[in-house]
């Protein structure tokens, strides 16, 4: 079992940047592939960033490649998104998302079904 919290989120100008965390509990969550989500009002989930758990490989959407850095913590059971020059687009409320190495699926990473715990959110608002 993996509980997850975010934090981190707010109100910020465009240009600016945030840092969410994610704090994770349970015994498996150096073992567990983690990755972050956002979701827009009246729009899908869509992925943002996924770390692995074996090499700390980091994937991306192309819509924050370089703009956004995801990290781990094995030791704090925690991961990070940090966001930089952040746009008006960037504004959703953010997920952290965990798969766990003993949960079979064949949904590819950049779909939420790749995952199995989730947490509630944090929200990430960016003026213009």
């Known amino acids: 079992q993996v509980q997850l919290v975010e934090s981190g989120g707010g109100l910020v100008q465009a240009g600016g940047s945030l840092r969410l965390s994610c704090a994770a509990s349970?015994?498996?969550?150096?073992?567990?592939?983690m990755g972050w989500f956002r979701q827009a009002p009246g729009k899908e989930r869509e992925f943002v960033a996924r770390?692995?758990?074996?090499?700390?490989?980091?994937l991306y959407a192309n819509s924050v490649k370089d703009r956004f850095t995801i990290s781990r913590d094995n030791a704090k059971n925690t991961v990070y998104l940090q966001m930089n020059n952040l746009k008006s687009e960037d504004t959703a409320a953010y997920y952290c998302?965990?798969?766990?190495?003993?949960?079979?699926?064949?949904?590819?990473?950049?779909?939420?079904?790749?995952?199995?715990?989730w947490g509630q959110g944090t929200q990430v608002t960016v003026s213009s």
């Open positions: 998302a965990a798969r766990s190495r003993t949960y079979s699926t064949s949904s590819p990473y950049y779909t939420p079904r790749f995952y199995n715990y």
């Open positions: 349970g015994r498996t969550f150096s073992s567990s592939d």
């Open positions: 770390i692995t758990w074996s090499s700390g490989a980091e």
